[in-house]
């Protein structure tokens, strides 16, 4: 005769946290609704952090004959800093390009290879930040919607009045 273990048995007092809910339980209406919303926020709010990015950027690295303010205010305002490469070991540290260890390459290919070699971190720091400001750019997008059929409503209810009144004239 064999014996089996009992299943375990889950608490009764124990709550289901948000992380249990599993997609399937959301209804299908809900799915499309809430879907092409939260995607669309989410590209707006990437397009607005890459937007802010960029713009940061070229200030930063705008000659000075491009910029509509004085240098001496420039100076003060904006601290140039100048993207630099910097070779690390395998700890971490900082150690010079003379170095024997690392391959000699051109100035310019420098710059070049820093830059590629830091944009899957700078495109992980967009994502984030927009998923932060997702929440914000909802209620804008709300906000707007509303806005959009209030003046529809009016521009409507304007043109039924008109047409009424030729109609009630004649």
């Known amino acids: 005769m064999s014996t089996s273990a009992p299943a375990p048995v889950r608490a009764a007092s124990a709550k289901l946290n ?9 209804s299908s209406l809900y799915k499309v609704i809430m879907t092409p919303i939260i995607f669309t926020s989410f590209l707006i709010s990437l397009f607005l952090v890459d937007t802010r990015n960029s713009a940061l950027r070229r200030h930063y690295h705008a000659s000075d004959s491009e910029s509509r303010m004085p240098q001496w ?41 820093y830059y590629h070699s830091k944009q899957k971190k700078l495109m992980k720091m967009e994502v984030a930040e927009a ?13 707007t919607g509303v806005v959009f059929l209030w003046g529809t409503w009016k521009a409507a209810s304007w043109a039924i009045d008109a047409v009424w009144t030729l109609v009630s004239s004649s």
Not at 18 to 26: F, S
């Open 73 to 113: 205010l420039h100076r003060i305002l904006y601290k140039y800093k100048r993207y630099e490469y910097v070779a690390v070991d395998e700890n971490g540290k900082p150690f010079p390009l003379s170095n024997p260890q690392t391959p000699a390459t051109s100035p310019g290919q420098e710059k070049e290879d």
């Open 131 to 143: 998923f932060e400001t997702r929440s914000s750019v909802v209620f804008l997008l709300a906000v």
């Open 18 to 26: 948000q992380g249990d809910v599993k997609i399937g339980d959301q």
